[in-house]
């Protein structure tokens, strides 16, 4: 089992830049694919960003291509989305989560652990 906190959410100006971080506990955190997901008030969980267990291969929603970069850290047990050019439609809160295949899904009922949460707000 792993535990994930997010953290690095806050309110930005349109074109700015934020980075978010979500630390997991455990010893078999590079046995995990990691995802970035985001939800508006009043809107289904949406796929971001994937990354495989060696962070070799990486995926993205064609909303944020070419602006946000998935990595991760797997001495630091650490995965991070960097999320540049925002824009007031990026506003939500940001969800990380693990799932212990070699797939790189983007539907989240195939990740089996989550974290609470970081709120991300763009103002215009």
């Known amino acids: 089992q792993v535990q994930l906190v997010e953290s690095g959410g806050g309110l930005v100006q349109a074109g700015g830049s934020l980075r978010l971080s979500c630390a997991a506990s455990g010893r078999t955190f590079s046995s995990y694919a990691m995802g970035w997901f985001r939800q508006a008030p009043g809107k289904e969980r949406l796929f971001v960003a994937a990354i495989n267990r060696s962070g070799g291969s990486t995926s993205y929603a064609d909303s944020v291509k070419g602006r946000f970069t998935i990595s991760r850290d797997n001495a630091k047990n650490t995965v991070y989305l960097q999320m540049n050019s925002l824009t007031p439609e990026d506003t939500a809160v940001y969800f990380c989560?693990?799932?212990?295949?070699?797939?790189?899904?983007?539907?989240?009922?195939?990740?089996?652990?989550w974290g609470q949460g970081t709120q991300v707000t763009v103002s215009s």
């Open positions: 989560a693990a799932q212990n295949t070699i797939v790189l899904f983007i539907t989240p009922s195939r990740y089996d652990y």
